[in-house]
């Protein structure tokens, strides 16, 4: 009992000795304890960055994949857009191609008799004797028949049973336009309606009534075609204007 305390006591006071002659050595502890804090935050800053590094590549991808998505859809868009343009192109050339051939069969028809037929026969009359008829007086010469002039105040009839809207800025006035349009047999629409059958476009034409009057099959005029139409002679055929209009 007596030599295990003599063996502390002596182990004791070397360690104090020890360190009473090496002071720093009160500091290890603490400078372990630094260390060791040092070390914790160095880990948790990597581990927190490569979070951060794998956060940001994550959602670097996913941003990716959403343009390549919308890159994609736009593209299938700008398809059916360009499928959907060459099936009205194509539409519009058949409408035309008919058009053409209607007017083309109309002017080959052979022109309709003036005036109607009865629809009952004149009864028939009882022959007189035939009477001594006095001498013919002598005959005047034929005169010339005087060409008719090409803008007669009554108009053409270019736009009977037409709507016409006027879009865009024309040459000929607004007012003087309309009093064309109407004095020819057509009616004038302040704007396009389902009614509308003709669009009259000068420039700076609006952009929605020309895709209007080309979605749903309304005739598009340009002002020179206009000025050709109004300027027709009256005493054409409707054979000869159908032609005529079928080539504007």
């Not at 030599?3 to 070397?14: I, K, N, V």
């Not at 034929?142 to 009839?157: D, S």
Request: glycine share 4%; aromatic share 4%; charged share 30%.
């Amino acid at each position: 009992m007596t030599q295990a305390y003599l063996q502390s006591y002596s182990f004791t006071s070397g360690l104090l000795n020890t360190i009473f002659d090496h002071p720093i050595l009160l500091f290890v502890p603490v400078l372990l304890s630094l260390a060791m804090l040092i070390i914790g935050q160095i880990m948790r800053d990597h581990e927190e960055k490569r979070k951060a590094q794998e956060k940001a590549a994550a959602e670097a991808r996913r941003l990716e994949a959403i343009e390549r998505q919308n890159a994609e859809r736009k593209a299938e868009r700008e398809a059916e857009l360009a499928a959907e343009e060459a099936e009205k192109q194509r539409k519009r050339e058949q409408r035309k191609a008919e058009r053409a051939a209607k007017a083309a069969a109309k002017a080959a028809m052979p022109k309709r008799p003036v005036g109607r037929p009865r629809k009952t026969p004149l009864p028939e009359t009882p022959e007189k004797p035939s009477e001594p008829q006095p001498a013919a007086p002598a005959q005047e010469a034929p005169q010339e028949e005087q060409p008719k002039p090409h803008w007669p105040p009554r108009g053409n009839e270019a736009f009977n049973g037409q709507r016409v809207v006027l879009t865009g800025t024309l040459r000929m006035p607004q007012d003087e336009a309309r009093a064309a349009i109407r004095k020819n047999g057509g009616t004038v629409q302040s704007s396009i309606q389902p009614s509308t059958t003709m669009l009259v476009t000068g420039e700076d034409a609006d952009e929605n009534a020309l895709q209007w009057a080309l979605d749903n099959g309304v005739r598009i005029v340009r002002e020179i075609d206009f000025n050709i139409l109004c300027s027709q002679p009256y005493d054409m055929t409707p054979e000869q204007f159908a032609a005529v209009a079928a080539t504007l």
